[in-house]
T-cell receptor, first 111, second 114 residues
Framework: GQQVMQIPQYQHVQEGEDFTTYCNSSTTLSNIQWYKQRPGGHPVFLIQLVKSGEVKKQKRLTFQFGEAKKNSSLHITATQTTDVGTYFCASEAGAGNMLTFGGGTRLMVKP | ETGVTQSPTHLIKTRGQQVTLRCSSQSGHNTVSWYQQALGQGPQFIFQYYREEENGRGNFPPRFSGLQFPNYSSELNVNALELDDSALYLC?????????????FGQGTRLTVV
């Protein structure tokens, strides 16, 4: 079945540094969604990308979907302590929003 | 807040027992999906219900079963609990559209099997 791999598993950064997490698949993805899960919380939807080469921005967050629709990235500029959490990519397998999640990247920010 | 509520928030069960977890979907959402999230891992899709019918299933054994009610709320039942069933169980509600749709997750039920 469809699998999405995410790297790195963990990332420690100093507040103010940038952060990037990558999501890769061996098969073409119909779409990619990104979620953030705070420690002890539940996944919260951030964005979805559908088109090849698509780039979307939300304040300090930049999301990209690869030209071949096999990879995606989330980049955070100038991290803040509020960015702490685990970032997951997910792709819809089949119809009806059945999501396959990556393993997540846990971001820790030192103040 | 997403409007998706799950109960209970925490639960401790003994191996071999049965458990029922509940989820109320966001108003207007007719699709509920259940996920299992082991510690330090991403959520794994268990199954999905759409208009009271199972609409898709992940790689979980038959002892994981579910229901959806006319008001679109849902239950996840797990029989013959095993230690490895200890996890955070998440439900997510959505409304199918013409493209991918955002999933709204509840806060989860933390199940511990001892």
């Amino acid at each position: 079945g469809q699998q999405v791999m995410q790297i790195p598993q963990y990332q420690h950064v100093q507040e103010g540094e940038d952060f990037t997490t990558y999501c890769n698949s061996s098969t073409t993805l119909s779409n990619i969604q990104w979620y953030k899960q705070r420690p002890g919380g539940h996944p919260v939807f951030l964005i979805q990308l559908v088109k090849s080469g698509e780039v979307k921005k939300q304040k300090r967050l930049t999301f990209q979907f690869g030209e071949a629709k096999k990879n995606s990235s989330l980049h955070i500029t100038a991290t803040q302590t509020t960015d702490v959490g685990t970032y997951f990519c997910a792709s819809e397998a089949g119809a009806g929003n059945m999501l396959t999640f990556g393993g997540g990247t846990r971001l820790m920010v030192k103040p | 807040e997403t409007g998706v509520t799950q109960s209970p928030t925490h639960l401790i069960k003994t191996r071999g027992q049965q458990v029922t977890l509940r989820c109320s979907s966001q108003s207007g959402h007719n699709t509920v999906s259940w996920y299992q999230q082991a510690l330090g891992q991403g959520p794994q899709f268990i199954f999905q219900y759409y208009r009271e019918e199972e609409n898709g299933r992940g790689n979980f054994p038959p002892r994981f079963s579910g229901l959806q009610f006319p008001n679109y709320s849902s239950e996840l039942n797990v029989n013959a609990l095993e230690l490895d069933d200890s996890a955070l169980y998440l439900c997510a509600s959505s409304t199918p559209g013409q493209g991918p749709t955002e999933a709204f997750f509840g806060q989860g039920t933390r199940l511990t099997v001892v």
